[in-house]
């Protein structure tokens, strides 16, 4: 049984700084690239950043280039979007996401790519 588990939200000031995390458990972690959306009130699901399965090639939306960084401990089968200067417009539910195939060479950015999710952790800019 695949299971990941998100943590790490609160509410932070603009400027400010968060690490997200997700553990994932139940399935071969270093074979899948593995990825970060964000969903905000009365919004689609929208693409934030993947790390490949080789932990080399990474992708961000262009909102967040610059600002927020994905990497991924497969010792710990966990992880990671560091974000920094967070501004209100990055309010959203934050969910990780692990990828439907096994080695893939492409990183994609749809959801309906994405076979497991986890919960959602809670992030919140205030101005």
């Known amino acids: 049984q695949v299971q990941l588990v998100e943590s790490g939200g609160r509410l932070v000031q603009a400027g400010g700084s968060l690490r997200l995390s997700c553990a994932a458990s139940?399935?071969?972690?270093?074979?899948?690239?593995m990825a970060w959306f964000r969903q905000a009130p009365g919004k689609e699901r929208e693409f934030v950043a993947a790390i490949s399965w080789s932990g080399g090639p990474r992708n961000y939306v262009d909102a967040v280039k610059g600002r927020f960084t994905i990497f991924r401990d497969n010792d710990k089968n966990t992880v990671y979007l560091q974000m920094n200067s967070l501004q209100p417009e990055d309010t959203a539910v934050y969910y990780c996401?692990?990828?439907?195939?096994?080695?893939?060479?492409?990183?994609?950015?749809?959801?309906?790519?994405?076979?497991?999710w986890g919960q959602g952790t809670q992030v919140t800019v205030s101005s």
């Open positions: 996401a692990v990828d439907q195939s096994r080695f893939a060479s492409n990183i994609y950015l749809s959801p309906s790519d994405y076979e497991y």
């Open positions: 139940g399935l071969p972690f270093t074979t899948h690239t």
